[in-house]
């Protein structure tokens, strides 16, 4: 395939934009070459500005769970956008989405709607503070929680491929309030209780990671967290940002069967329009002004676009629930054809699969945590991503990264996949 046109407009980016680009991890660092700029999306696919259809296996980093460019998601924005695109005002769409939310997701009352997940985790981070009136929080190294301050201490995603986890910018004391811990390992939690049994407020996690690649969490361990929390009166949040109305109506709180404290959500949540949200029980949400002395305000929160976006996705996603079901059999399909042709190579592998996430290390221990994810042979990711891209697939840039599958790939394509791995095996 042939990207000229794709490298002149990174090049004319590099000279206005940092780096070319507006989130770090499109600007292809990890794997070389320049990146891919899109001239329009439909279904499962990419059309790029060189005129190169490619399947999308990103899907806007997870938002777009039905495809690109879904009908009635694309009515409703531009039907309410005959009718201003901004109040500062409430409209009665804010009440209906928050309801929707509401009745899909276990054990929430309220939810208040931000604009983006690092907006929805800096404030449930907040929110939990104040509730508990306590000040550290537990994080897992490579968990991404978005690019606020407290969160950039060994955050997986961008902040990983680019080698800088503890970014300049992060004061000290800021950091000493974040405890981190190792995904998958409850010993490694269970210190920072015994070392600061009444200090902890909340224990934040991806519950099934999506940031170092695709970790799920293994048996007992989230149950583990949940009991910390009860024992130590400290709140559990779940950063469900990736996994909310991605791995069931209800998220990893109905995949995985445990219950957490405060959700955040982003993502599938705006139907590919910038919004996040962060929900708890009416306890907790009490706290948050304006009921509450916990401030947190936006002027664009709750936008009519993006409330109208989200809105038409989880009504459909709620009356369609077997799309969940659906994507996870095509997931596994595609993870069980990956580890067939592999297999054939005898090249060292590990596929992580969750749901309709799904990662590939090329590593020969088992990917349980961000040890072990950064063990990946990277030279080999690069040629894998290149080659799948020039054979018309196009794959999260990085090794840190996970696969996103949406409701209009078909078994034509997943097939299509397939032969393309098996071709740029065969060119090893
Ligand atoms: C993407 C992501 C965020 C940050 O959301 P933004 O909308 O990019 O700010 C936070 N947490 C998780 C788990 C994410 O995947």
Known sequence: MRYQRSSALFQSALKFIPGGVNSPVRAFKAVGGSPVFVQKAKGAYLYDVDGNQLIDYISSWGPMILGHAFEPVL???????????????????????????????????????????????????????????????????????????????????????????????????????????????????????????????????????????????????????????????????????????RLAKGGAQEALGVKADIMTYGKVLGGGLPVGAFAARKEIMDHLAPDGPVYQAGTLSGNPLAMAAGFAMLTHLNDHADIFERLKIKTKVLADGMAGEIDKKGIPYQINQYGSMLSLHFTEKQVVNFETAALGNNDRFKQYFQGMLDRGVYLPPSAFESCFLNDALSEEDIDFTLSALENWLNSL
């Open 75 to 245: 009515e409703a924005v531009k039907d309410r956008a005959d009718r201003g695109t901004s109040y500062g005002m409430p409209t009665e769409l804010e009440t209906q989405i928050a309801e929707l939310v509401v009745q899909m997701v276990p054990n929430i009352d309220k939810v208040r709607m931000v604009n983006s997940g690092t907006e929805a985790c800096m404030s449930s981070v907040r929110l939990a503070r104040g509730y508990t009136g306590r000040e550290k929080i537990i994080k897992f190294a490579g968990c991404y929680h978005g690019h606020s301050d407290a969160f950039l201490i060994q955050a997986g995603s961008g902040a990983t491929t680019f080698g800088s986890p503890n970014s300049p910018g992060v004061t000290q004391g800021t950091a000493m309030d974040t405890l981190l811990a190792q995904f998958n390992d409850l010993e490694s939690v269970s210190l920072h209780f015994e070392k600061h049994p009444e200090k902890i407020a909340a224990i934040i996690i991806e519950p099934v990671a999506g940031n170092m690649g695709c970790i799920p969490p293994k048996a007992g361990f989230v149950e583990g967290l949940r009991k910390f929390c009860d024992e130590y009166q400290s709140l559990l949040i779940f950063d469900e940002v990736m996994t909310g109305f």
